[in-house]
T-cell receptor, first 114, second 114 residues
Framework: AQSVTQLGSHVSVSEGALVLLRCNYSSSVPPYLFWYVQYPNQGLQLLLK??????LVKGINGFEAEFKKSETSFHLTKPSAHMSDAAEYFCAVRASGGSYIPTFGRGTSLIVHP | DVKVTQSSRYLVKRTGEKVFLECVQDMDHENMFWYRQDPGLGLRLIYFSYDVKMKEKGDIPEGYSVSREKKERFSLILESASTNQTSMYLCASSFGGRQQETQYFGPGTRLLVL
């Protein structure tokens, strides 16, 4: 079984501030982990994914995430928020050797203040 | 670029109507998915298909059916629409064979059932 918890349904930051979106997972086998972003009135698109290579994964638009097995976490960060980062962010997990169906978190809405 | 298209961005239907949502992908993907997205609940899987004419129920299949007669097309059918099916519907596709494959999402169909 696998599950994902995203802490905080809403995160508010000022433009230029650090962005930190939290994701904790549960998986009985090594996981594949994904972050997707959904801009208003659009579908989801991949930001980055962890596939058991490097534990620090760099994605698009300056985002990165670090896989920490001991903490079962895959938090998403960006050093400096931009107004265009305002969106909904989803963390997802898929267990290796399991089905092709990922489990999604409930999402975190990022609000960026000028 | 991978493209997943959905037949309508917005749809208004009446209770009891039969509703068809169409999804087409142009990348020869084996896997296709239908999700519904509701505020605070994230993405919930309705149905999944891993090959033509093959389908598996997701977490919330009740009140829905699907059809996949061609590899590139995956249809979601609401046999008799009800107001609790008012939601955003997202289609996605991915390559088969590996769990780390990215899902590609369509722009979504926002359905209102009156």
């Amino acid at each position: 079984a696998q599950s994902v918890t995203q802490l905080g349904s809403h995160v508010s930051v000022s433009e230029g501030a650090l962005v930190l979106l939290r994701c904790n997972y549960s998986s009985s086998v090594p996981p594949y982990l994904f972050w997707y972003v959904q801009y208003p009135n659009q579908g989801l698109q991949l930001l980055l994914k962890y596939t058991s290579a490097a534990t620090l994964v760099k994605g698009i638009n300056g985002f990165e995430a670090e896989f920490k097995k001991s903490e079962t976490s895959f938090h998403l960060t960006k050093p400096s928020a931009h107004m265009s980062d305002a969106a909904e962010y989803f963390c997802a997990v898929r267990a290796s050797g399991g089905s092709y169906i990922p489990t999604f978190g409930r999402g975190t809405s990022l609000i960026v203040h000028p | 670029d991978v493209k997943v298209t959905q037949s309508s961005r917005y749809l208004v239907k009446r209770t009891g109507e039969k509703v068809f949502l169409e999804c087409v992908q142009d990348m020869d993907h084996e896997n296709m998915f239908w999700y519904r997205q509701d505020p605070g609940l994230g993405l919930r899987l309705i149905y999944f298909s891993y090959d033509v004419k093959m389908k598996e129920k997701g977490d919330i299949p009740e009140g829905y059916s699907v059809s996949r007669e061609k590899k590139e097309r995956f249809s979601l059918i609401l046999e008799s629409a009800s107001t609790n099916q008012t939601s955003m519907y997202l289609c996605a596709s991915s390559f088969g064979g590996r769990q780390q494959e990215t899902q590609y999402f369509g722009p979504g169909t926002r359905l209102l059932v009156l």
